[in-house]
Structure formats: structure tokens, C-alpha cells
């Protein structure tokens, strides 16, 4: 089946600090990735649309600038939490798919702690 | 606007109950649904779509546009069943989105 790998899988970082997050497909090109946040025992918030070569969509409320988003191949999708601060600190999960209305493939996502 | 609401946060049974989580969706165009389920220290997976209209691990979900529903469903719940489940809404534009409910938790005792 198709994997999705996620890394870190943890990070621990102080105010202030930006921190990187990958996302790869590690089978399958995919041609589109999402980023997802999810706070404790809540659903998963859609922050972005990720398409190869192209800058991402973002939905309402995220700031772009906040999150940046680079999807440099299509097998790797990047997100940056700059300048992080307590309140970013939540579980960051990606998904891939090949596109063309096929199930998204999760990652297992990325618990964030700003200090 | 687009949205998937799940009623129920916790849902409790024992072994061998049957078993309905529900879910209810507002879209304007033409769905597509899911059920996504994350067991315990595991990633989200799929679970079952509404096109493909099969039974996995003995769920069933049928869409009723009528009601806007596609409520999850299995007669025999067993304890291995006990996940968090999401309910998700697929969008008929090119953009893949999926729009997830909160979740009902499924605990189904021995």
C-alpha cells in the first residue's frame, strides 16, 4: 500500500524558533499534499493544499506567512512554523494522493511543542 | 458552507452489538463520502467511500442524499473495532479536499 512518512516525528522547540516538518510520499508520486493540524481529542483542521511546483492554497484563517509551504517534487512537501510560539505547539499531520479523486494517504504526523 | 457534523463524541457497546455512527453532511454540489478510522498509536486510514459501495471489516455505510447522511454501520461489533472514526466530505471540484467531522470515538467492551 502507499506510505506516507512524516519527520520528525517530535520536536521539541523554544519562542521564537522556526521549525521544519517533511512530508514524503515514499511510493507514489503524489501530486497533491495536505497539512492538517489537530488539537487534543478535536478533528482534523485543513490548514493547506499542497500541488507540485505551484504555491500552496491555504484555507481561511491560516497565515500563509505563519506556515510556509513548499512543495519542491512530487514526493516531498515541506512545512516551516516560523517564529513558533506557545500556541502553535499541536499535532501537524500530512496526507498525499495521486490525485484524480483517490483516497488521501496519511501521514503519521508531527507533535510540535513550543516552549 | 461545508460541513460534517458526528453527533456523538463516545459511543459504547459491547462485543457482538450492532453498531451505527453517525454522520450527516451539508453540501451544495455533489458529494463524495468517507469513513477515515485511526486505532490506537496508528495513522488515519480509510476505511470505505461511498462509490465503491463494498463492506470492509464488516462495516457498511450507505449515502442518503434525501437525509444527507452516510451513517457507518456493522451488525456484530467486535473489540478490535475500537477506533476513533471520522467522516469525511470529499468536494466534486479538482481539488481532493476533504472536509472531517469531529470524530466519534468507538469503545466496544468484551
Known amino acids: 500500500g502507499a506510505v506516507v512518512s512524516q519527520h520528525p516525528s517530535w520536536v521539541i522547540c523554544k519562542s521564537g524558533t522556526s521549525v521544519k516538518i517533511e512530508c514524503r510520499s515514499l511510493?507514489?508520486?503524489?501530486?497533491?499534499m495536505f497539512w492538517y493540524r489537530q488539537f487534543p481529542k478535536q478533528s482534523l483542521m485543513l490548514m493547506a493544499t499542497?500541488?507540485?511546483?505551484?504555491?500552496?492554497?491555504?484555507e481561511q484563517g491560516v497565515e500563509k506567512d505563519k506556515f510556509l509551504i513548499n512543495h519542491a517534487s512530487l514526493t516531498l512537501s515541506t512545512l516551516t512554523v516560523t517564529s513558533a510560539h506557545p500556541e502553535d505547539s499541536s499535532f501537524y499531520i500530512c496526507?498525499?494522493?495521486?490525485?484524480?479523486?483517490?483516497?488521501?494517504?496519511f501521514g503519521p504526523g508531527t507533535r510540535l511543542t513550543v516552549l | 458552507a461545508q460541513r460534517v457534523t458526528q453527533p456523538e463524541k463516545l459511543l459504547s457497546v459491547f462485543k457482538g452489538a450492532p453498531v451505527e455512527l453517525k454522520c450527516n453532511y451539508s453540501?451544495?454540489?455533489?458529494?463524495?463520502l468517507f469513513w477515515y478510522v485511526q486505532y490506537s498509536r496508528q495513522r488515519l486510514q480509510l476505511l470505505l467511500r461511498?462509490?465503491s459501495r463494498e463492506s470492509i471489516k464488516g462495516f457498511t455505510a450507505d449515502l442518503n442524499k434525501g437525509e444527507t447522511s452516510f451513517h457507518l454501520k456493522k451488525p456484530f461489533a467486535q473489540e478490535e473495532d475500537s477506533a476513533m472514526y471520522y467522516c469525511?466530505?470529499?468536494?466534486?471540484?479538482?481539488?481532493?479536499?476533504?472536509?472531517f467531522g469531529t470524530g466519534t470515538r468507538l469503545q466496544v467492551f468484551p
Open positions: 496526507s498525499a494522493t495521486p490525485g484524480g479523486y483517490n483516497e488521501q494517504f
Open positions: 499542497s500541488n507540485e511546483g505551484s504555491k500552496a492554497t491555504y
Open positions: 461511498h462509490i
Open positions: 511510493d507514489f508520486q503524489a501530486t497533491t
Open positions: 453540501y451544495s454540489g455533489s458529494p463524495e
Open positions: 469525511a466530505l470529499g468536494q466534486s471540484d479538482s481539488t481532493d479536499k476533504l472536509i
